[in-house]
């Protein structure tokens, strides 16, 4: 009987151990979230690629500004994004800027692509 009782015993302690590691994790997000990338590229209003244009990414939620200055081809990148976070981007060159685009929450593509269009002055 004794040998009954303390096998109970061991098991409610691993199942309480489990039960402990499980809200742990929950509390902290779970799993670990999958990240998303954002690409694209800078065009001119004639549909050249545009090099050295600026990219801006504002983070809604915290604010934060990132940039990019893009490739010889136009190109741009941000990689490691939240996907619980909608962003806003876009560029700017010279003087001219692109629309504002903005990259949803909502959005659960893990690698999204933004094409930015400069409006002439």
């Not at 990414?57 to 915290?62: A, F, G, I, R």
């Not at 893990?110 to 409006?119: A, D, F, G």
């Amino acid at each position: 009987m004794k040998k009954s009782v303390y096998g109970w015993a061991v098991l409610l302690g691993i199942l309480a151990a489990s039960l402990g590691l499980v809200q742990t994790r929950a509390e902290s997000g779970g799993p670990q979230e999958a990240l998303r990338s954002l690409t694209g590229h800078v065009i001119s209003s004639q549909n050249q690629p545009v090099q050295k244009a600026i990219v801006y990414l504002k983070n809604t939620k915290s604010l934060v500004i990132k940039t990019y200055i893009t490739e010889t081809d136009g190109s741009y990148r941000f990689p490691a994004l939240s996907p619980n976070v909608d962003y806003e981007v876009y560029a700017d060159y010279q003087g001219s800027r692109s629309d504002t685009k903005t990259l949803s929450a909502f959005d659960n593509k893990k690698q999204v692509n933004i094409t930015l269009k400069l409006h002439s002055k």
